[in-house]
């Protein structure tokens, strides 16, 4: 008996033993999620990728056992988990709803998290009131736990993936969205949302990332850990370097990084003769031959920034395809741009990391309504390029589509137009190109197309050469994304990046074919009836977009206060075409982003009184229009004030012609306009309100979400030319606050006008000099005349410059000493200061525009308006990157980028960024200096030798970012060269730099309003009877 129990017991360790050895020997199953880079997603082959993923690699390792992954989209991972059809998921963060089924790790990473909003949304915070605003959040995730608990006065909306969440904050779905920050800016990078989105800088918060299993399986949780454990911190910063570096910090931050070879990398690259890059014959707009015989386009771009930073060593070599691909696995040349890495290629190349991530898009013929919901492609007929990867990829992954191959792009786009095929699906950039290029204007703007993960860009190098791919990858990675972002626009002309899905809601709401009604009311110039037509910015923007969508409408004219009841109530009215946004508002209104924006102004008699700000309108009549939104903003916010409320802004402004009021406060175009078209030549732009500039979007009926959204879109992928074609359609003249030849060409061109009648009466009447006494006496009194109607436009001209300057108090909020002298040569000049303030601080500019005088003037407009695009792109307020901003900005507006431009026109200027919370200041100038005084030394920080403009000049010049230690009581000048320059003393010398450091440095002691009449004293002292010679502009400020 005994030997029995002997033999059972050993039958029975063994099977046990077996077993174990089996379990060990079964693969973990790793659930992971699609949407979530760089932590987790797919690759271009549909294979999982990620840092996480790159973790459990690396733990399977450590622990000495086999895993396979599984991808689903975020909440069937979870699913997963509990069903028992994955073992461990790859990462995610705790809640407690999860925490009922789910054990989790310890900590395996932090993330941040955060609120976004459109870039455009006048939400600063979480509202309070929750009624009318919608929170998207991720389905399943802990943000949506979490704000169900912390906002349950908000409506949440949820989402299968992070691309759908950026999508329904574009096109309006939702107010705001909460996310886990590095896969959500991803995401708005990928989708073309970069600018179109803002984070809000409050309620934030950071998780940690854990390893989940079920709790039954402590067992495996153990193994979890103990593998974990195993992983050194320089694994993990491997990761980072890996993952972070190379994705997000390379998609956000502000400048590349330093080429720096090592020794065997320098010592490698002398001994070679030219290196042979080869590049696609012909594949616009990456690379093609222009008319000259250049070598053009997005690759032969990057490749002339790698070839230069590499001493010129390189060659280019156009060619087609296959024959490249072939020459460098032959060893025939070195390396070949614009190869995407795929496995069947690994044994023959080695690849970089992408130098630009591009998109498949789906194009088709633009219908009735304008735009198309995401179509089923799987069976229909499509025009794909001949020998291009997409044709055996779209025959693999749906074998009853058809296939028509043809040359090129646009011969593609062009079969689409034609109607011979019903899409083309390629390379989003290059589609848009062609068709731009080629006229094809009955095209939809492409969506993504979804089956089709992003396409990398690289650069293969042949396999015996890794030390040339290490080269290549650090030449890469000194491109800044500003860089990339000017060769794409030089290359393609416009925005490449704008995405316009139509839902399955827009479209059902596109076939009910309803007829929307515009309002019209008499607010020159956005919209007004003349001649019994309807005109005006607003109304070319709406009657625009809703051709383009192919949606009916017609007009309702009435005053503001009747649209306003009327949408209100959806009877007479559905849309208001120049609206700004309130809370009060959106209760009754949906709103699109805006288009348009203007300061608000004081207008007065010009025999008034000074008037300096609203605090000076105190017991007069102030005439506003009825529940504009002036109106609204001071019958809330100034009860100490007198309103006068009229149905329209050339009523408003009669009232003040005629002395039944006051002043007038409100749009400064629309008053503008309407003073010099009504002929109220008594009034005049008094003062600043010191109110922020106000910005106009469309306003929609509150149960029409689905015509909001499609407007939204439309708005968000219009061209810079589209934009330009609707203002020249809808005005003389181009309004908007920065000023970007929108608010000043008006007064240019009326200027320009009287300044040309009176050249030419002079010339006229010289002519006659010569004549009877009687004429020379009445050309006398017409020159009189003349010069009179002259100094009124100059005066009128100062006003407003003056009105585009900051307001001193937010000076005096954000600085803790300041001081401001802007003295121009004549009555208005060519030197500006401009003040914002952008994520994280605020920024202070000082600028000196060529010329003085009505030119100079010119150009400040232009600088200003310059500046306030540059910030709306780059939120951060970056100061290096608002000026290479700024200097293609400046040139584009006077054509300097053309071969043809006549302008020689630029200006020198200097940006300080301070931080809010430290303090700490960084400085980037264009020929510009910032002076640093304290008590011992004046120290000069110079700025770049390049100016901003300027024809001959290349647009993609960089500049540098100097950080400067804010020492306290220390203080910070800039100076235009109008005080250096002046010319004075008893020997008639320069004021000079030498003597203005001696100045700034005596008066260091002295609070800086002292400082300012010190330096003023001294100044006018030199400068005694001899003529002022330029503008003079200076700023002093202390930060701590």
């Known amino acids: 008996m005994w030997m029995f129990r002997v033999l059972v017991f050993v039958v029975l360790f063994f099977y046990t033993a077996s077993i174990a050895i089996a379990e060990n020997e079964k693969p973990l199953v790793i659930a992971t999620s699609t949407g979530l880079h760089p932590f987790m997603g797919k690759d271009i082959n549909g294979k999982p990728s990620g840092m996480l993923v790159d973790l459990w690699k690396l733990w399977a390792e450590k622990a000495n056992r086999k895993i396979e992954f599984r991808i689903y989209n975020w909440q069937e991972s979870i699913e997963a988990i509990k069903n028992g059809e994955a073992d461990i998921h790859a990462g995610m963060f705790e809640g407690q709803e999860r925490g009922k089924v789910i054990a989790f790790s310890g900590p395996i990473y932090d993330v941040s998290s955060s609120f976004y909003v459109r870039a455009n949304s006048a939400i600063n915070k979480i509202p309070s009131d929750g009624s009318s605003f919608i929170l998207g959040v991720l389905s399943g995730s802990s943000h949506e736990e979490r704000s169900a608990s912390l906002y349950p006065h908000l409506k949440l909306a949820s989402f299968q993936t992070p691309q759908e969440l950026v999508k329904a904050l574009l096109d309006s779905t939702v107010d705001i969205v909460t996310a886990e920050d590095g896969s959500f800016i991803h995401m708005t990078s990928v989708y073309g949302a970069k600018g179109k989105i803002k984070r809000l800088e409050v309620d934030r918060w950071v998780d940690d990332i854990h390893v989940g299993v079920l709790k039954t399986r402590a067992d495996l949780l153990n193994l979890v850990e103990q593998g974990l454990r195993a992983i050194s911190a320089s694994d993990y910063s491997a990761l980072e370097k890996r993952w972070l570096d190379q994705d997000v910090r390379v998609a956000f931050r502000s400048n590349g990084k330093p080429l720096s070879l090592t020794d065997s990398e320098k010592n490698w690259l002398s001994k070679q003769g030219k290196i042979t890059v080869g590049i696609m014959e012909n594949w616009v707009p990456f690379s093609f031959q222009s008319e000259t015989g250049q070598r053009v386009g997005i690759s032969a771009s990057v490749f002339n920034i790698i070839n230069k930073l590499l001493g010129n060593k390189l060659v280019l070599r156009p060619g087609e395809w296959k024959t490249l691909l072939n020459d460098v696995k032959d060893g025939k040349i070195d390396a070949v741009l614009d190869i995407t ?54 025959r693999d992954l749906y074998p009853d589509i058809k296939i028509i191959e043809v040359d090129d792009t646009l011969a593609a786009l062009q079969f689409v137009a034609k109607g011979k095929a019903q899409y083309y699906i390629g390379n989003r950039i290059a589609g848009m190109f062609a068709a731009n290029k080629g006229g094809i204007e009955n095209l939809v703007t492409p969506i993504i197309a979804e089956d089709r993960a992003s396409i990398p860009l690289n650069i293969g190098v042949r396999k015996d050469a890794r030390i040339l791919r290490d080269i290549f990858q650090k030449a890469i990675e000194t491109i800044t994304p500003e860089q990339m972002d000017n060769i794409i626009t030089s290359s393609v002309g416009g925005n490449s990046s704008s995405v316009f899905a139509i839902t399955d809601e827009e479209r059902a709401w596109l076939n009910t074919k309803p007829k929307a009604r515009i309002f019209i009311g008499s607010w020159q110039p956005y919209f007004y009836m003349e001649n019994g037509q309807p005109k005006g910015l607003g109304y070319e923007y709406v009657r625009h977009i809703l051709t383009a969508l192919g949606v009916d409408y017609d007009t309702r004219h009435m005053t503001w206060a009747e649209g306003i009841e009327n949408i209100k109530s959806l009877q007479a009215v559905d849309i208001l075409p120049t609206a700004a946004f309130s809370e009060e508002r959106a209760k009754y209104l949906n709103f699109t982003p805006d288009y348009t924006s203007s300061p608000m102004v004081i207008v007065s008699r010009k025999n008034s009184s000074v008037i300096t700000d609203l605090d000076d309108l105190k017991g007069m009549t102030i005439s506003v229009e009825n529940e504009f939104i002036m109106h609204q903003r001071l019958r809330a916010e100034r009860p100490d004030l007198n309103l006068a409320t009229y149905p329209t802004t050339t009523k408003a402004l009669e009232a003040v012609s005629l002395g039944q009021a006051d002043a007038y406060v409100g749009n400064l175009a629309a008053a503008g306009y309407l003073i010099e078209k009504q002929g109220f030549g008594n009034l005049k732009i008094a003062a600043p309100t010191g109110y922020d500039v106000n910005s106009w979007g469309i306003a929609i009926r509150k149960d029409w979400p689905e015509l909001t959204s499609l407007m939204s879109k439309y708005l968000a992928q219009m061209s810079d030319e589209e934009h330009s074609q609707l203002r020249k359609a809808a005005l003389t003249v181009r309004f908007e606050h920065g000023i970007d030849w929108k608010t000043v060409i008006y007064w240019v061109t009326g200027l320009a006008i009287v300044l040309g009648s009176v050249i030419a009466v002079i010339v006229y009447w010289n002519r006659r000099l010569g004549s009877e006494v009687q004429e020379r006496k009445k050309a006398q009194f017409e020159l009189t005349g003349a010069l009179d109607t002259i100094s009124q436009s100059i005066d009128y001209a100062s006003n407003i410059q003056k009105a585009i300057l900051p307001n001193d108090a937010f000076l005096k909020e954000d600085l803790k000493d300041h001081f401001v002298i802007w003295e121009p040569r004549d009555v208005v000049g060519g030197d500006l200061y401009w003040y914002r303030r952008c994520e994280g601080g605020f920024i202070l500019v000082l600028a000196d525009c060529t010329g003085h005088g009505v030119p100079g003037a010119f150009m400040t407009m232009l600088a200003t308006g310059a500046l306030d695009r540059a910030l709306r792109e780059q939120k951060n307020g970056d100061p290096a990157i608002l000026l290479s901003y700024m200097h293609r900005s400046i040139q584009y507006s006077l054509g300097q980028d053309q071969k043809d431009g006549a302008s020689d026109d630029g200006l020198e200027l200097g940006i300080c960024k301070i931080e809010a919370d430290t303090g700490d200041l960084t400085f980037a100038g264009a020929r510009f200096s910032l002076f640093k005084v304290t008590e011992q030394e004046c120290e000069e920080i110079k700025g770049d030798k390049k100016g901003i403009g300027y024809r001959g000049i290349a647009s993609d010049q960089t500049f540098t970012n100097q950080p400067v230690v804010t020492d306290i009581d220390a203080t910070f000048v800039m100076t235009s060269d109008g005080i250096t320059d002046q010319i004075g003393g008893e020997r008639r010398r320069g004021f000079g730099k030498k003597r203005l450091k001696k100045l700034l440095l005596s008066a260091q002691g002295y609070k800086l309003e002292k400082q300012k009449g010190l330096i003023l004293d001294a100044f006018n002292e030199h400068q005694g009877d001899e003529q002022r010679r330029d503008d003079v502009s200076m700023i002093g400020f202390k930060v701590r």
């Open 341 to 394: 890495p795929l496995p069947k290629r690994e044994p023959f190349y080695h690849f970089t990391t992408p130098y630009l991530e591009t998109r498949h898009a789906i194009f088709g013929r633009k219908t009735k309504g304008g735009a198309f919901a995401y179509p089923d492609v799987s069976t229909a007929t499509i025009a794909l390029e001949r020998g291009f990867g997409n044709v055996q990829f779209y």
